[in-house]
């Protein structure tokens, strides 16, 4: 690990979205797609130094809600990647002690992309490193009407009384109810939005934008938005 980390603080979640892939391709006068596919192998490396400087939860924004309205040529492309990725990424997951989980909701994919992921994290749960959170067919507004929909029917079946209703119970019906909140929220290429990412889990959590694009991204920007977030005051809405 470099040197500059020394002393630091490493973030316990680091949340990413990972964007500009598309115009690293334009740059070169390539597809889009072979943006996402360098794209796909800048997240592996991510992962792998990610899990060797200690953090314990990446959750990157691979796909989300809106991503569907995206050419039928460029969301095929993605679907491809994402199933070849997969098969990638046990192999990563198993050789650097990695736990995947997917957030999102998955039901709208094909029922062999839809194996792939239980196979997924099925295969790495026992893992005890690094928990690898990929964000996929996710929107924070999805996410929040899918949990409202359940705790609604909890109520209606008399298993939840409606005044019972802490931001405690509300958390557990999301699709991060087993994961901490983000301390960190790093955004490529920068746009200064959310884009519907982590809506909820983002309350607290420190911004960095940089204007590095996805597919240039390594471990000397993870370790620049790291001192970054070692200079912030945070405060939770207390003074210090
Ligand atoms: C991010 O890169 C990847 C996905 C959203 C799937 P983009 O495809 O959004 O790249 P830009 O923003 O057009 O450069
Ligand atoms: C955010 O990037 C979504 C992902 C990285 C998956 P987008 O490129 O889709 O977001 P907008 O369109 O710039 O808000
Ligand atoms: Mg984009």
Redesign the pocket.
């Known amino acids: 690990m470099n040197q500059n980390l020394d002393g630091m603080v490493i973030p316990r979640h680091v949340a990413l979205i990972?964007?500009?892939?598309?115009?690293?391709a334009k740059k070169r006068g390539l597809p889009?797609t072979m943006?996402?596919k360098e794209?796909c192998v800048t997240v592996e490396k991510t992962v792998e130094v990610a899990a060797r400087m200690g953090i314990e939860y990446l959750t990157v924004y691979?796909?989300?809600t809106e991503?569907w309205k995206r050419s039928s040529d460029e969301v095929g492309a993605?679907m491809q990647l994402f199933r070849f990725y997969m098969v990638r990424l046990l192999k990563i997951a198993s050789a650097n002690n990695v736990r995947v989980k997917m957030i999102g909701d998955r039901t709208r994919f094909d029922q062999d992309i839809i194996d792939g992921i239980n196979r997924l994290e099925r295969e790495t749960k026992d893992n005890t490193g690094l928990t690898f959170v990929i964000a996929v067919n996710y929107g924070g507004r999805d996410e929040l009407t899918r949990a409202v929909r359940k705790l609604a029917a909890d109520c209606c079946a008399g298993k939840l009384e409606p005044s019972a209703i802490t931001e405690q119970v509300v958390n557990s019906y999301l699709d991060t109810a087993d994961i901490p909140d983000p301390d960190l929220l790093i955004r490529t290429?920068g746009e200064l939005r959310l884009s519907n990412y982590l809506l909820w889990q983002l309350a607290y959590t420190e911004l960095y934008v940089t204007d590095c694009?996805?597919p240039d991204f390594n471990q000397e920007e993870l370790e620049k938005a790291i001192l970054s977030y070692n200079r912030r005051d945070r405060r939770f809405g207390g003074v210090k």
């Open positions: 990972l964007d500009g892939n598309g115009r690293w889009r943006g996402h794209g691979g796909f989300s991503n993605l290429s694009l996805w």
